[in-house]
């Protein structure tokens, strides 16, 4: 196997990425990988916003892995920044690899030298392999999370 790349996502990476969002029973059920036009408009978003970052992981050329990074300034916590971690996906071939570790790893990096004093992220209840995966590189499960549908 080549070496990995961990880089800024570009539009041109979208099928990819998408397909790594469908390819789960959650993802199945909300994600489209046949119609980009959604996706393309949110990139458009995410691209001209600096405090987005979406990042792949790519190895001999094919993207293998992804997920996206968020700084969010606030006033809780003395005013503290935080970063967000969502839409980590691994490509099933390349799972137990270590590669979300090294994403992982490259976003908590990041958030230390955009100045964050906190990482955060959410996980679906019944991803229990990825709330291990995540306990293993140091995260707590300190929150219950909600969400409301628009």
Known sequence: MGDLEIRAAAVDDLPAIVAMLADDPLGAQR?????????RAAWERLDADPNQHVVVGVRDGRVIGTLQLTIIPGLSHKGATRALIEAVRIHADERGSGLGGRLIEW????????????????????????????????????????????
């Open 31 to 39: 994600e489209s990988p046949d119609d980009l036009t959604p996706y």
């Open 107 to 150: 976003a908590v990096d990041t958030s230390r030298q955009l100045g964050c004093q906190m990482v955060q992220l959410t996980s679906d209840k019944s991803r229990t392999d990825a709330h291990r995966f995540y306990a293993r590189l140091g995260f707590a499960a300190t929150h219950e999370g909600f969400k409301l549908k628009l």
